[in-house]
C-alpha cells in the first residue's frame, strides 16, 4: 500500500504527517521525495545502512573521431553543446541525458559517462525503513533521484509506503504520485492554503487518484480550506489542532506519536481512515 | 578588430540590452572599418541554454570582443575558450560604448553570474 | 531601481507575508512574484482589476500522428524519459516529454513532429503608479526558471520607476531559485527556527553565495523554538552574513492574511518587529 503525501506549498506540515504516520504504524517504508529538502530524516535519526549514488548519462567526445560537422549542436534542444575552436564543448549540467547527440553524430565521436547528481541513503529507524535522496547542490533536476527512490526493490507491496513528496504540482510531484495508491492532501487554514490546496486537487484529480485532506494547524476560526472541501465534495480524512506545544517538539525534531498519547490517537486513527480509504477504493474501483 | 554588443534594436542609436543571451539582436561592429552589421540573436527564445547558444552566434562570427552589461557563466566559458575578450558596458548608448571601447575606457567584465539553465526542477 | 529578493529554502516560512508588508512598507512602486508554481502573492496584493495575460510557450513536445505510424517502436525505444506509451497505438505522454526531439528524429515516417507547447501564463496587474508581475507554470510544467526570468523581466520592463523592487522568490534551491537570484542587489532570507527551516537555511545560503550579491537573514516566528533561534543567529554570524532582526509568532496572522490584508494594516504584535526588519534590511541595501 503506497500513500503519498502532498501539499501545494511547504510548511503546511506535509512532512509532520508523512513522520507521524509511518512512526504510528506497526511497520512501514518512508520515502523522503522533496530531494531539494530532505527533512524526514532529521525526525527519525536513523542509522544509515546503506548509500548509493545517483547518476545521469552524460556525453563524452572523442576528439581524433570528430570532424566537425556540428550535427549535434544544432540538434540538442537544450543548448548543451558547443563547437569552439574545432573543439566540442559539452555544458554536464545544461545536458538532459536524452543520448540525441549521441544518435545523429555520423563519426560515433560521442560516448556517454555517469555524471552523479545526487545520493540516496537508506536507514532505520525503530519500525520504519527510511530512504531519503538529496539532490546535490546547484544540480537543476531531481526526477531522477525520484525515479530511483520509487524504483520498484524499495516498494514492498504488502508493506506500509509513505511516500513524503516535494511541495508544488511540478513534474517532480507528478513523478513521486504516479504508483500512489493513495494520496492525503495536506492543507492550512488560509488563503494561501486554499489557493495551493486547489492546485494539488487539480493534479490528483487529473491523475484520478483516491485522494482525502488533512486539515492541518485548525482553530477555533473560519477555516477556508475546509469550506473549501464542502464545497467540492472532498474527503475530510482528519483535522490536526493547532498547538504551539506540537510546534515545539516538532521544530526540534521530535517524533510527536512517540512522546503525546493524544497526538499519537489522532494519528493511529489517521492512519486507519486512510488504510479503509484505499481498502474501499480497491474493492470499489479495482 | 569587431566588436559585438546585444542590442534592443537593429539601429545604432538603440539601447545596449541588459541580457547577453536574450538579447533579440547584437551589433557586429568593425572598429577598423567602422562598418556595423546587426544580427538576429537566434538563441533569444530558447527555454534554456540561451546564452551558450547566443555565444555560438558570436563565435561563428568571428568577432574579438564582447561588450555586455552582464554575462551567466556559460556564455562567458565560450567565449573565453574562443578568447574572446569580454568588456562590461558603463551606459545604454551603443555610441558611447563603442567610443569607449576605443579610447580603452572600459574594463574587463569580472562579475559572472551562475547561469539559470532553463531545466526542469 | 534597486532590487531585493525574498527567500526561505523552506516553504512556509512567512516569505509572502513578510513580502507584503515590505511592499506596503515601501511603498514599492514594482513588484514581482517568483514562485510560479505556487503563487500566492496575489491573494493580497490588493489589486482588484484582472490581470493582462500571456501564454507563455516552454519547450516544443511531440505529437505523433498516428495516419503516418508504422508502430514500429523506435520512439518509444529511443526516449530516455518513458515519455511514450503503447496501448493500441503509440502516444505521447506530454507531462514525461522533454522535448528533446529523439522521437522525430528516429521515426522512420515522419509521424512525430515538435509543437510549441503552453507552459503557463505571464500575469501583469498595472496602474498609473505601480507594476506587479506574476505568473503561473500549468501542472506538472518544467521550465520554471525561464519564466521566472520573464517574470522579473516583466517587472523591469513595465516599471513606472520607484526606489525598490520587492521580488517574492520561489522555495527551495533549484532552477527557478537560481533564475530569481540573478542580477538582484540584496537577498533576505526568511529562517525559520525549526531543524528543518535551519537545514534549509543553510543550503539556501549555499546557493545565494555563489552569486555577487549581499545577503541578509531573518527569523519569523522566532518564539516558537529560542534556542533554534540562537542557533540561527550564531550561524550568521559565524557566515558573516547581515542578520537584521526577529520576527515573534504571531497567531492573528492566518486571520489577516484571509481577510486580503497585509500585516501592516492592522494593529498586531508581529507590525512593529517586521517595520524594524525592513528598516535595517532597507539600510543595507542602499548602503
Given at each position: 500500500?503506497?500513500?503519498?503525501?502532498?501539499?501545494?506549498?511547504?510548511?503546511?506540515?506535509?512532512?509532520?504527517?508523512?513522520?507521524?504516520?509511518?512512526?504510528?504504524?506497526?511497520?512501514?517504508?518512508?520515502?523522503?521525495?522533496?530531494?531539494?529538502?530532505?527533512?524526514?530524516?532529521?525526525?527519525?535519526?536513523?542509522?544509515?545502512?546503506?548509500?548509493?549514488?545517483?547518476?545521469?548519462?552524460?556525453?563524452?567526445?572523442?576528439?581524433?573521431?570528430?570532424?566537425?560537422?556540428?550535427?549535434?549542436?544544432?540538434?540538442?534542444k537544450?543548448?548543451?553543446?558547443?563547437?569552439?575552436?574545432?573543439?566540442?564543448?559539452?555544458?554536464?549540467?545544461?545536458?538532459?541525458?536524452?543520448?540525441?547527440?549521441?544518435?545523429?553524430?555520423?563519426?560515433?565521436?560521442?560516448?556517454?559517462?555517469?555524471?552523479?547528481?545526487?545520493?540516496?541513503?537508506?536507514?532505520?529507524?525503530?519500525?520504519?525503513?527510511?530512504?531519503?535522496?538529496?539532490?546535490?547542490?546547484?544540480?537543476?533536476?531531481?526526477?531522477?533521484?525520484?525515479?530511483?527512490?520509487?524504483?520498484?526493490?524499495?516498494?514492498?507491496?504488502?508493506?506500509?509506503?509513505?511516500?513524503?513528496?516535494?511541495?508544488?504540482?511540478?513534474?517532480?510531484?507528478?513523478?513521486?504520485?504516479?504508483?500512489?495508491?493513495?494520496?492525503?492532501?495536506?492543507?492550512?487554514?488560509?488563503?494561501?492554503?486554499?489557493?495551493?490546496?486547489?492546485?494539488?486537487?487539480?493534479?490528483?484529480?487529473?491523475?484520478?487518484?483516491?485522494?482525502?485532506?488533512?486539515?492541518?494547524?485548525?482553530?477555533?476560526?473560519?477555516?477556508?480550506?475546509?469550506?473549501?472541501?464542502?464545497?467540492?465534495?472532498?474527503?475530510?480524512?482528519?483535522?490536526?489542532?493547532?498547538?504551539?506545544?506540537?510546534?515545539?517538539?516538532?521544530?526540534?525534531?521530535?517524533?510527536?506519536?512517540?512522546?503525546?498519547?493524544?497526538?499519537?490517537?489522532?494519528?493511529?486513527?489517521?492512519?486507519?481512515?486512510?488504510?479503509?480509504?484505499?481498502?474501499?477504493?480497491?474493492?470499489?474501483?479495482? | 578588430?569587431?566588436?559585438?554588443?546585444?542590442?534592443?534594436?537593429?539601429?545604432?542609436?538603440?539601447?545596449?540590452?541588459?541580457?547577453?543571451?536574450?538579447?533579440?539582436?547584437?551589433?557586429?561592429?568593425?572598429?577598423?572599418?567602422?562598418?556595423?552589421?546587426?544580427?538576429?540573436?537566434?538563441?533569444?527564445?530558447?527555454t534554456?541554454?540561451?546564452?551558450?547558444?547566443?555565444?555560438?552566434?558570436?563565435?561563428?562570427?568571428?568577432?574579438?570582443?564582447?561588450?555586455?552589461?552582464?554575462?551567466?557563466?556559460?556564455?562567458?566559458?565560450?567565449?573565453?575558450?574562443?578568447?574572446?575578450?569580454?568588456?562590461?558596458?558603463?551606459?545604454?548608448?551603443?555610441?558611447?560604448?563603442?567610443?569607449?571601447?576605443?579610447?580603452?575606457?572600459?574594463?574587463?567584465?569580472?562579475?559572472?553570474?551562475?547561469?539559470?539553465?532553463?531545466?526542469?526542477? | 531601481?534597486?532590487?531585493?529578493?525574498?527567500?526561505?529554502?523552506?516553504?512556509?516560512?512567512?516569505?509572502?507575508?513578510?513580502?507584503?508588508?515590505?511592499?506596503?512598507?515601501?511603498?514599492?512602486?514594482?513588484?514581482?512574484?517568483?514562485?510560479?508554481?505556487?503563487?500566492?502573492?496575489?491573494?493580497?496584493?490588493?489589486?482588484?482589476?484582472?490581470?493582462?495575460?500571456?501564454?507563455?510557450y516552454g519547450l516544443q513536445k511531440a505529437?505523433?500522428?498516428?495516419?503516418?505510424?508504422?508502430?514500429?517502436?523506435?520512439?518509444?525505444?529511443?526516449?530516455?524519459?518513458?515519455?511514450?506509451?503503447?496501448?493500441?497505438?503509440?502516444?505521447?505522454?506530454?507531462?514525461?516529454?522533454?522535448g528533446?526531439s529523439?522521437?522525430?528524429?528516429?521515426?522512420?515516417?515522419?509521424?512525430?513532429t515538435m509543437m510549441p507547447d503552453?507552459?503557463?501564463?505571464?500575469?501583469?496587474?498595472?496602474?498609473?503608479?505601480?507594476?506587479?508581475?506574476?505568473?503561473?507554470?500549468?501542472?506538472?510544467?518544467?521550465?520554471?526558471?525561464?519564466?521566472?526570468?520573464?517574470?522579473?523581466?516583466?517587472?523591469?520592463?513595465?516599471?513606472?520607476?520607484?526606489?525598490?523592487?520587492?521580488?517574492?522568490?520561489?522555495?527551495?534551491?533549484?532552477?527557478?531559485?537560481?533564475?530569481?537570484?540573478?542580477?538582484?542587489?540584496?537577498?533576505?532570507?526568511?529562517?525559520?527556527?525549526?531543524?528543518?527551516?535551519?537545514?534549509?537555511?543553510?543550503?539556501?545560503?549555499?546557493?545565494?553565495?555563489?552569486?555577487?550579491?549581499?545577503?541578509?537573514?531573518?527569523?519569523?516566528?522566532?518564539?516558537?523554538?529560542?534556542?533554534?533561534?540562537?542557533?540561527?543567529?550564531?550561524?550568521?554570524?559565524?557566515?558573516?552574513?547581515?542578520?537584521?532582526?526577529?520576527?515573534?509568532?504571531?497567531?492573528?496572522?492566518?486571520?489577516?492574511?484571509?481577510?486580503?490584508?497585509?500585516?501592516?494594516?492592522?494593529?498586531?504584535?508581529?507590525?512593529?518587529?517586521?517595520?524594524?526588519?525592513?528598516?535595517?534590511?532597507?539600510?543595507?541595501?542602499?548602503?
Amino acid at each position: 500500500m503506497k500513500i503519498a503525501i502532498l501539499s501545494g506549498k511547504g510548511g503546511t506540515g506535509k512532512t509532520l504527517v508523512s513522520v507521524n504516520l509511518a512512526a504510528v504504524s506497526e511497520k512501514a517504508t518512508y520515502i523522503d521525495c522533496d530531494v531539494e529538502e530532505a527533512n524526514g530524516h532529521l525526525f527519525f535519526k536513523p542509522q544509515w545502512v546503506q548509500e548509493e549514488s545517483i547518476a545521469v548519462k552524460i556525453p563524452e567526445v572523442d576528439e581524433g573521431l570528430c570532424d566537425g560537422c556540428r550535427k549535434c549542436v544544432d540538434f540538442c534542444k537544450f543548448n548543451a553543446l558547443a563547437y569552439i575552436l574545432n573543439k566540442l564543448k559539452i555544458f554536464e549540467e545544461i545536458c538532459h541525458s536524452c543520448g540525441g547527440c549521441l544518435l545523429v553524430c555520423p563519426q560515433k565521436a560521442l560516448t556517454e559517462k555517469d555524471k552523479v547528481i545526487g545520493i540516496i541513503k537508506k536507514g532505520i529507524s525503530n519500525n520504519v525503513t527510511i530512504y531519503s535522496g538529496l539532490l546535490n547542490t546547484g544540480e537543476p533536476s531531481g526526477v531522477p533521484i525520484i525515479n530511483r527512490l520509487l524504483s520498484k526493490n524499495h516498494l514492498l507491496e504488502n508493506k506500509l509506503t509513505i511516500i513524503d513528496c516535494p511541495p508544488g504540482s511540478a513534474c517532480v510531484v507528478m513523478e513521486s504520485i504516479k504508483d500512489a495508491d493513495y494520496c492525503i492532501l495536506v492543507a492550512e487554514p488560509t488563503l494561501f492554503g486554499v489557493h495551493n490546496l486547489n492546485m494539488v486537487y487539480q493534479l490528483v484529480k487529473l491523475f484520478e487518484k483516491p485522494f482525502g485532506v488533512v486539515l492541518n494547524k485548525c482553530t477555533e476560526d473560519d477555516n477556508p480550506a475546509e469550506k473549501f472541501c464542502y464545497e467540492n465534495n472532498i474527503k475530510i480524512l482528519g483535522k490536526i489542532p493547532f498547538d504551539s506545544k506540537l510546534g515545539t517538539l516538532n521544530s526540534n525534531g521530535e517524533i510527536i506519536v512517540n512522546i503525546d498519547e493524544k497526538y499519537k490517537e489522532i494519528f493511529s486513527s489517521l492512519l486507519d481512515t486512510v488504510i479503509k480509504e484505499v481498502r474501499y477504493e480497491t474493492v470499489a474501483n479495482p | 578588430m569587431k566588436i559585438a554588443i546585444p542590442v534592443e534594436n537593429k539601429t545604432l542609436d538603440s539601447s545596449v540590452n541588459p541580457s547577453f543571451g536574450r538579447a533579440p539582436y547584437f551589433l557586429i561592429y568593425d572598429v577598423n572599418t567602422k562598418e556595423s552589421t546587426f544580427i538576429e540573436n537566434t538563441a533569444a527564445t530558447s527555454t534554456g541554454g540561451a546564452g551558450i547558444k547566443a555565444a555560438q552566434i558570436i563565435v561563428d562570427n568571428k568577432v574579438n570582443a564582447v561588450l555586455s552589461l552582464q554575462l551567466g557563466e556559460n556564455a562567458a566559458a565560450v567565449l573565453k575558450d574562443a578568447n574572446i575578450k569580454i568588456y562590461k558596458t558603463t551606459d545604454v548608448s551603443i555610441k558611447g560604448n563603442i567610443e569607449a571601447f576605443i579610447n580603452e575606457r572600459l574594463s574587463f567584465l569580472d562579475e559572472i553570474h551562475a547561469g539559470f539553465h532553463g531545466r526542469r526542477r | 531601481m534597486k532590487q531585493l529578493l525574498i527567500l526561505s529554502g523552506k516553504g512556509g516560512t512567512g516569505k509572502t507575508t513578510i513580502a507584503s508588508a515590505f511592499i506596503k512598507l515601501a511603498e514599492a512602486k514594482a513588484y514581482a512574484d517568483c514562485d510560479v508554481d505556487a503563487p500566492n502573492l496575489h491573494l493580497i496584493s490588493g489589486w482588484n482589476e484582472h490581470p493582462i495575460r500571456k501564454d507563455y510557450y516552454g519547450l516544443q513536445k511531440a505529437k505523433i500522428d498516428e495516419r503516418l505510424c508504422i508502430y514500429c517502436g523506435q520512439c518509444q525505444e529511443n526516449c530516455r524519459f518513458e515519455a511514450i506509451t503503447y496501448n493500441d497505438k503509440y502516444e505521447i505522454n506530454p507531462y514525461a516529454c522533454e522535448g528533446c526531439s529523439v522521437c522525430e528524429f528516429v521515426c522512420p515516417t515522419k509521424a512525430i513532429t515538435m509543437m510549441p507547447d503552453i507552459a503557463g501564463e505571464l500575469m501583469l496587474y498595472s496602474d498609473k503608479e505601480k507594476v506587479f508581475s506574476t505568473a503561473q507554470l500549468k501542472m506538472g510544467s518544467g521550465n520554471s526558471g525561464l519564466l521566472v526570468t520573464e517574470v522579473k523581466k516583466q517587472m523591469k520592463s513595465e516599471t513606472k520607476g520607484g526606489e525598490v523592487a520587492i521580488i517574492d522568490g520561489s522555495p527551495g534551491i533549484g532552477c527557478p531559485v537560481i533564475a530569481s537570484l540573478s542580477g538582484v542587489d540584496m537577498v533576505l532570507i526568511v529562517a525559520e527556527p525549526t531543524v528543518s527551516g535551519i537545514s534549509d537555511m543553510e543550503r539556501i545560503i549555499k546557493t545565494a553565495s555563489g552569486f555577487n550579491t549581499r545577503i541578509a537573514v531573518c527569523i519569523n516566528k522566532y518564539d516558537i523554538n529560542v534556542e533554534n533561534s540562537n542557533k540561527i543567529e550564531e550561524l550568521c554570524k559565524k557566515q558573516s552574513l547581515d542578520f537584521v532582526g526577529k520576527i515573534p509568532f504571531d497567531s492573528q496572522v492566518a486571520k489577516i492574511l484571509n481577510s486580503g490584508r497585509t500585516i501592516i494594516d492592522v494593529d498586531c504584535i508581529s507590525r512593529s518587529a517586521v517595520k524594524e526588519v525592513y528598516r535595517k534590511t532597507i539600510n543595507i541595501l542602499f548602503e
